[in-house]
């Protein structure tokens, strides 16, 4: 994710670092967890389709989902979470500090965020990067036709700096119409100002719902950055970080087996070796988490697998209407792949 | 001689001098160039209202259930209709919402009791609304005792956050920057130079910065395994950051006061307490009436700033609401809506402060 307050994170991140790497150091996430009765997760304050509470006062989003996955998996119940809402800069101090024992919030996965902060990326949730919003009209295919185009897009961000090396790199000028909001750069766009909305992938989809008629705009194939967003553990708790990897990787498994939240009971008694041992039928893998044999099956009978969960929170299921693309199984064509269970 | 004693039947005064075209002509017509500036503000008036009109009331929808109820012609209180629950108690359990209405229930009626002069035991009722119903508030809301479960402080949000973070603070900052207030005044030196120094530093720090620190580098500081509430950390640093300004307040009050109120007060015997609780302070607190209200109006809208540490007032609840896919781009509606009901309790702070003024007027106001 492209955030204002990138900077202003690592340095409160950073400054606090040589406290942190003692609170870091902590480790038995899993007894603590199970003495409080709920997962710790972090989550964002609000963002369409990973996470924003509903009518009804619950949680939900694709964030949201892997924290219910890990709870499944601790506890058998998807339902022990204590959501702790995040803004960007606060994220990482509340995963050192303790307060949030996961932090599924949108986080881009970089080389300083695993390394010098003290944290651990479990996975990946979400293959996100900077695409481009275009008016139908222009009968525009690819990003390469964008030569002189005036690209809407909001100030601050690393969003800005990435289109600029893009056009950049491919010879082309644009003309950048900043604004200070999401929601202006959208007022922007309907306005005329720009030919062109440039946001992550993820968020593109959100802000052409507000559009006046949303079927006037598409999104063009390129992605033009990688943010890869995934959920983070502090380091030093290698078996609270198993827990948490293997919980994405058990939802991507089951996807790929095609066992649902749907067929997981008849699923139970298939034949195929690799299935009997994801859902705890041939051995014991949750015994080496400290879990029970039945871990995976939690998971995917209570949240799904992976394919449900991105189609239910921002696939075609859900308003945002966000394509599979790159975050297809590398069976149908995206990279998403997960280890064997054996 | 005299018989033309006949007394004349009192006639109305002439048409030009009454109604409503005399008024007009005596307000807004009286000369060419207030003519001019009166059509120009009506013409902007006008043409300001009328979208409004049209938009908040003529083209809005007020039923349904979904973002396909509302037409996009104009506002979609639908969006307010379904998630009204959730802006006035936030993630508060459905079930347990009772508890929310119960204490601000019983705080109205308190309030009321001591904001309106016939009813009796005010005394009595003061010492239950400050000392008793905190704690019937915190275990009614709170939870854990008498049997009710306990709602975590991360599931409180809304209006009722709003309340909670804007009663503490005014509650509390009203002691805390009288003793302070009294304290910079004073001739005792660690007592003035610490009042001095408390003021000065929480007055000179952004209070988006005080919230900033509670809610990121606090946690760091304390030892591994211990959390402070993070409602707990912004009630702290509401209340030290409020009590500094109004201790400035309450001071410019005191020394309003004459000289020798305090010395006629001494010479009669009384010590120092009795001076200040007696004499100098129910003078002083009149007169701060408007600059009090004033801080506690800035108090209840600043509580918004908590969005920042994750915590969802009632302009945070709205914007994580905005933020759900089902209902994008109602950013407008969620808006007003806040802006409505925080101008609403503004106001009635406001009137309320006037008519204290008025009813405790005592020919000191010039």
Redesign the interface.
Known sequence: MSHKNNKFALL?AA??LA??T??AA?AATLE?TRAQGVVQCGVS?????FS??????EWQGIDVDVCRAVAAAVFGDSEAV??????A??RF??L????VDVLSRNTTWTTTRDTTLGLNFTGVTFYDGIGFLVNKDLGLSSAKELDGAAICVQAGTTTELNVADYFRANGMQFDPIVFDTS?QTVGGFQAGRCDVLTSDTSQLA?LR??L?NPDSAVVLPEVISKEPLGPVVRQGDDQWFNIVKWSLFAMLNAEEMGISSDNVDDMLSSDNPDIARLLGQDGNYGEAMGLEADWAYNIISQVGNYGQVFDR??GMD???QIERGINELWTNGGIHYAPPVR | MIHNRTVIEARPAPTHTIGPVAWLRANLFSGPINTILSLAAIYLLVSLLVPTIQWAFIDADWVGTSRDDCSREGACWVFINARIGQFIYGLYPRHEIWRVNVTFGLFAVLIAWLAIPRLPLKRWVAVATLVVFPFVAFALLYGGRFGLPVVETHRWGGLMLTLVLAVVGMVAALPIGTLLALGRRSKMPIVKSFSVIFIEFWRGVPLITVLFMASVMLPLFLPTGMNVDRLVRALIGITLFQSAYMAEVIRGGLQAIPRGQEEAAAALGMGYWKRMGLIVLPQALKMMIPGIVNTFISLFKDTTLVMIIGLFDLLGIVQAALSDSRWLGFSVEGYAFAALVFWIFCFSMSRYSQYLERKLHTGHKR
């Open positions: 409160t400054t606090g406290l942190a003692t609170a902590q603590d304050d609000g963002l369409p389709g924003s509470p509903n009518d009804q006062g204590r959501y702790v809402p995040l803004n800069v606060e101090t509340a050192q500090s303790g307060e929601e959100a719902i507000q006046e929170n921002v859900s308003p945002l």
